[in-house]
């Protein structure tokens, strides 16, 4: 595809973007309500392509973690409607005023939330991605265009074509969400330099697309690298809340940015809390690579380097340590982790303080597991992405991150 297809793309959706902004919150949460019920009435159609996809992607090699990602069922598919609900009872950010301050000489100065106007979303095999972008994008007044992987492609257009459904019976343009037609690596390179049009790009999938995407883009981008979060547990921690967080963070989903990757353990506990950990790892088929330290407390366990910490497994493998005290742990994060989410378990609440201040990271938790560093259970409603750069926003992006603000200077005839 050409570079005219790419702006052609990229000026609809811009023109869509002035259309949202006109709407106020009672009308975009009327067509949010289609929305969800139009993936509802979708959901055989959407099952159906999904299958497609799932099984090109198995005949592929993808791994389990790209398929687990790919995958939709029933409850998926309600999972996506219901987020949509979940924003439309959100409050919308744009409109917010907020007093930014009263001149000497009678100015008065506010903040005011406005739309970025056009997101452009790259993603891979993440079908689900298509829906809460959308959602989001459209609730807080932007148009966005999203570039689905190959992986993925042909479901997200199923997922497209019901929200296009709920946008045509409300008289709005579809170029509100547009679905990139072509995962063609050529078009995506065009849409990154249409910078009169698109106004933030937002990539979600490996390291190598995220790169590869912030190296070639002319438009300011929103980083997320890696998932590799650590649990530090402290000599003070509850050693039952420690290995509950462990097996959720680990264990419940391995697939997914906020699953835990390393485990740090104070050397004061390690002759305790580490064969019951090692019991539990093991009863869920746990794959365990660690230093030498905590080595002899897991069987078939795997002797790793310094430099080979820092791994973002997505699957039933983490790697261990045991440290000195709480500085090593913290030496450790700041070196190997990826500034997603850092969890510490202790029960001494200076400590825990000491943890959150200090730990460069989007999110960091003091005994609660890592699987909620999510934009739904932190109450954002769907998240667009975790973002791991310090930009307008860090961590998980709801409504408010794709918005800014303008300033509102309000006078009675004053001059200069």
């Not at 932190?378 to 998980?396: D, F, Q, R, V």
Request: hydrophobic residues 40%; glycine residues 8%; aromatic residues 4%.
């Amino acid at each position: 595809m050409s570079n005219s297809v790419a702006t052609e793309i990229s000026k609809r959706a811009a023109a869509a973007a002035r259309a949202v902004a006109k709407l106020d919150e009672k009308e975009k949460n009327a067509v949010l309500q289609l929305m969800a019920d139009a993936i509802r009435k979708a959901q055989d159609d959407i099952l159906q392509v999904n299958k497609k996809d799932v099984d090109a992607g198995k005949e592929k090699g993808l791994s389990e973690a790209m398929l687990d990602r790919l995958q939709l069922d029933p409850e998926r598919i309600e999972g996506m409607a219901t987020a949509i609900e979940e924003i439309i009872e959100l409050d919308d950010p744009v409109g917010q005023r907020k007093p930014f301050n009263v001149r000497p000489n009678g100015l008065v100065v506010e903040k005011m939330r406005i739309p970025l106007g056009v997101i452009c979303m790259i993603y891979e095999a993440r079908p689900n991605v298509t829906a809460d972008a959308g959602a989001l994008c459209f609730k807080s007044g932007n148009a966005v265009i999203l570039r689905c992987g190959r992986e993925a492609i042909e479901t997200s257009k199923a997922i497209a074509a019901a929200l296009h459904q709920a946008l045509r019976d409300s008289n709005l343009p579809e170029d509100v969400i547009t679905v990139v037609p072509d995962p063609d690596r050529d078009l995506m390179l065009e849409l990154l330099k249409q910078d009169k049009y698109i106004d933030l790009v937002i990539p979600r999938g490996g390291e190598g697309l995220i790169h590869f995407v912030s190296d070639n883009s002319k438009i300011p981008v929103i980083q997320h690298y890696k998932g590799v979060c650590h649990l530090y547990v402290d000599k003070e921690a509850d050693q039952d809340k420690a290995l509950d967080i462990l097996i959720n963070g680990k264990t419940q989903r391995t697939g997914v940015c906020n699953a835990l990757e390393g485990l740090l353990v104070h050397k004061d506990i390690a002759d305790d809390f580490l064969p019951k950990a090692a019991a539990k790892l093991a009863a869920k088929d746990v794959v365990v690579h660690s230093d030498n330290r905590s080595a002899k407390y897991f069987e078939n366990g795997d002797v790793i380097g310094d430099d080979e910490f820092g791994e973002e497994y997505l699957a039933l493998e983490i790697a261990v340590r045991t440290v000195d005290d709480f500085d090593a742990a913290l030496d450790h994060i700041n070196r190997f982790g990826s500034g997603h989410t850092e969890v510490i378990v202790t029960e001494n609440k200076l400590t825990a303080t000491r943890f959150i201040r200090e730990v460069d990271s989007a999110v960091t938790m003091a005994n609660a597991s890592s699987r909620f560093s999510d934009g739904g259970q932190l109450g954002l409603g769907a998240e667009i992405g975790i973002s791991t750069s310090k930009l307008h926003a860090y961590g998980p992006m709801g409504l408010e991150a794709l918005t800014t603000e303008k300033f509102v200077v309000t006078g009675t005839g004053h001059i200069r």
